[in-house]
């Protein structure tokens, strides 16, 4: 096979990796190639401080000797298979570099031989960029679940970013699903990645030059959907990622049947809706200090038709209006219609001067949604507003509100 039909095949493979989300759609219009977001396995991700860089993102093998039902890589698959060799990885991407189209690397694999034998395989073409070739640009390494812990170690030498999906919500979900996998074994992954990371901290703090360990953190990434689990224990298990494991970020895959899939997956893919609704509730976890609890119950799935921060908003409306030049940061994130800038903004610009609606407006705040919810020197929502019951219909942004940034 030529290495145009494998890259052809890797980078479709790899599409399925949430990590690098532009290139996992397939909305470019037939025989167009203008903003095409298919092609060749180019993809953007974001590094750490805010840049979007364009990856080559390939898988190093599709053969997979495991059995994962919702992938499309799994032995049972009838897919076509290509195989990349260390050195075709290294130069593509020495390619594709010095033309210009990429500003790093996202590679994975299947896992053919061994679990150790493939990591070696992966980190080999990491060890060969960097080390031969001066490669500076970025690396985001998949990592094999139950590869022994020196290898994942120097792994983290080589990528900015190391990754070991969890794949599915709960453990009952992979034993149906993922039969070869278990939390544990990813967790442990995770935890030498989390420990490398610490170590390098802990080294820099006390002043002493060690080499660079994954600065770019660890992500990993559940695929949603394929099993009746709720988006309460999928966010707990989110939650106790991010404080366990310390992630960066968790990705959040919905289902895609693939052919010839397993009876136990469900005929069709969840709405993409959901996808979006668990990010808006991640967001509020990481970032606006909600516990899982607060977004959703166990037992139940985010509302589709409404942001998770203004269902609690309305679901708790004898906590507002909040007094804009008043309340405390942590009730402040609580509004909808208002973002983590707009907060702090609010905290510095109230430190001189009372703040008014129009002030609000200024801020880019999405007043829309905001005004039932907060009170300002000039603006108080009658309180008998808060109490109608249309609340909910009047307040949802749209396309074409002044967006208030993250909110
Ligand atoms: S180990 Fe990875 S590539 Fe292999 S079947 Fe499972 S999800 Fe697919």
Not at 6 to 12: F, G
Not at 116 to 128: N, P, S
Request: glycine share 8%; net charge positive; aromatic share 6%.
């Amino acid at each position: 096979m030529d290495i145009r039909r494998k890259l052809e095949v890797l980078a479709d493979a790899a599409k399925y990796d949430a990590s690098c989300a532009s290139s996992g759609s397939s909305t470019t219009r037939r025989d167009r190639r203008l903003g095409s977001t298919e092609g060749m396995g180019i993809c953007h991700s974001y590094t750490p401080d805010g840049r979007c860089v364009s990856l080559l993102k390939l898988l190093l093998t599709n053969y997979c000797v495991y059995d994962c039902k919702f992938c499309v890589n799994r032995v049972s698959s009838d897919t076509p298979r290509a195989r990349f060799t260390v050195a075709e990885v290294i130069r593509l991407t020495l390619d594709f570099y010095r033309r210009n189209y990429i500003e790093g690397l996202f590679l994975s694999s299947g896992i053919v031989g061994s679990v150790d034998g493939t990591m070696e395989q992966l980190i080999a073409v990491a060890r060969g960029l960097r080390e031969d070739h001066g490669f500076g640009g970025y690396i985001h390494l998949k990592l094999i679940p139950g590869a022994s812990p020196e290898l994942v170690a120097e792994a983290g030498r080589w990528a900015d970013r190391l990754s070991a999906n969890i794949e599915l919500p709960t453990e009952q979900d992979l034993r149906q699903l993922a039969p070869e996998k278990t939390h544990a074994e990813v967790t442990g992954t995770m935890a030498v990645v989390a420990d490398g990371i610490a170590e390098r901290a802990a080294d820099a703090r006390a002043g002493l030059t060690a080499p660079a360990f994954a600065p770019a953190g660890q992500s990993t990434q559940m695929v949603v959907g394929a099993t009746p689990t709720t988006d309460g224990v999928i966010l707990a298990t989110a939650d106790a990622l991010y404080r366990v494991q310390k992630l960066r970020r968790v990705y959040y895959s919905a289902y895609s049947p693939t052919p010839h899939a397993d009876a136990r997956l469900p005929a069709l893919r969840p709405p993409l809706l959901r996808e979006h609704r668990l990010y808006q509730a991640d967001w509020l976890l990481r970032f606006y200090g909600f516990e899982v609890r607060e977004v959703v119950a166990p037992g139940a799935n985010l509302a589709l038709d409404v942001d998770p921060k203004l269902a609690w908003a309305l679901a708790n409306r004898d906590r507002f209006p909040v007094d804009v030049n008043a309340a405390p940061r942590e009730l402040l994130l609580r509004v909808p219609g208002v973002g983590v800038r707009n907060v702090d903004r609010i905290l510095a610009i109230r430190r001189h001067h009372a703040l008014t609606a129009a002030d609000l407006r200024k801020l880019r705040v999405n007043w829309k949604t905001a005004a039932p919810f907060v009170l300002t020197g000039d603006h108080n929502p009658a309180v008998r507003r808060l109490d109608t019951v249309g609340l909910k219909r009047s307040v949802q942004p749209t396309l074409f509100d002044d967006l208030g940034g993250d909110a």
